[in-house]
């Protein structure tokens, strides 16, 4: 028996990806103590609850100052028992992708080889409750469609056009104009509390719900269409039917549209992708789902 230690300064989106190699690690150890040290930011909580982790530290200083330059000394300081001696893992993506060979690998499988195993899949791992779900049934009371349009790392446009992974705001509306006039499906919009609101009327504005809300709310969609981005992963972890609007600054791989059969990936400059593009594939994925009610 010993004590991991899994360190990580990671968006929503790697947390989650960090996930897949937290369940392998737990079957390949189950003797050993895991603790993991993460932000304390609210979309952190995306690992409450998860049964491969023994202790979970919501750190003040990885939120508002990073990772300290001495970090054993920091280690030291925290709330665990490291009598016995400890093995320290850093699960964020800035150290999993250090190198462009790293960066072309998707994340998940770049965290499990930093902790020594293997994973079955990609595939994160998040855990809801009957609250989580009864929350999310209370918000929206017809069948609807999700829509994300922030993303955290987002950098400029070299055409200065807007950034990256950005679709613009006048299809995210004619989409919403569209998906409405058919009558079948109300719209949900999410984002965190600080994101810029979409000016879309006739839409719910869901903006700032606990995170493990949001991921009950994906799971009773009848579809989520999002940017590249954190809430893409979350839809993946609940098996949602998903659009993702994928910008091409990310690799391909990080994609991996073959294994989501329940995903459509618009691959490419998110301004390359029409309005047609996105509604085509909602249409798709929704023409034979059972909404949930």
């Known amino acids: 028996m010993g004590e991991a230690i899994f360190l990580g300064l990671n968006a929503l989106g790697d947390t989650l990806c960090a996930t897949p190699a937290l369940h392998a690690f737990r079957r390949q150890h189950p003797g050993d103590t895991m603790v993991c040290v993460v932000q304390s930011a609210p979309f ?25 330059e001495e970090t054993a000394d920091w280690i030291r300081s925290l709330p665990i028992d490291l009598a016995g001696g400890a093995t320290l893992y850093r699960l964020d993506m800035r150290f999993a992708c250090s190198t462009i060979d790293a960066f072309h690998r998707h994340i998940s499988y770049r965290f499990a080889e930093l902790v020594g195993v293997e994973i079955e899949s990609p595939r994160p791992f998040v855990y809801l409750d009957a609250l989580h779900r009864r929350a999310a049934s209370t918000l929206v009371s017809r069948p609807f469609i999700v829509f994300s349009t922030n993303s955290v790392s987002n950098p400029e446009r070299e055409d200065k056009r807007g950034r990256k992974k950005d679709w613009p705001l006048d299809r995210w509306a004619e989409l919403a104009n569209r998906i409405l006039a058919e009558g079948e499906f109300d719209i949900a919009v999410i984002g965190a509390e600080r994101d810029p609101r979409l000016p879309i009327s006739g839409v719910r504005m869901l903006y700032g719900l606990p995170i493990r809300v949001v991921a009950a709310l994906l799971e009773r969609a009848a579809c989520v269409v999002t940017l590249e981005s954190g809430i893409g992963h979350l839809a993946y972890a609940v098996d949602a ?22 995903f459509r990936i618009l691959y490419g400059d998110p301004y390359e992708t029409s309005v047609d593009d996105v509604f085509e594939a909602v249409q798709t994925l929704t023409a034979t789902c059972a909404v949930t009610r």
């Not at 994928?246 to 294994?259: C, F, I, K, Q, T």
């Open 44 to 68: 952190c909580h995306v690992l409450d609850d998860n049964p491969d982790i023994d202790v979970l530290i919501y750190s003040e200083q990885l939120y508002f100052k990073g990772i300290p």
């Open 241 to 262: 039917r998903t659009v993702v609007i994928y910008s091409n600054m990310m690799p391909p791989e990080w994609a991996r549209p073959a294994e989501l059969s329940r």
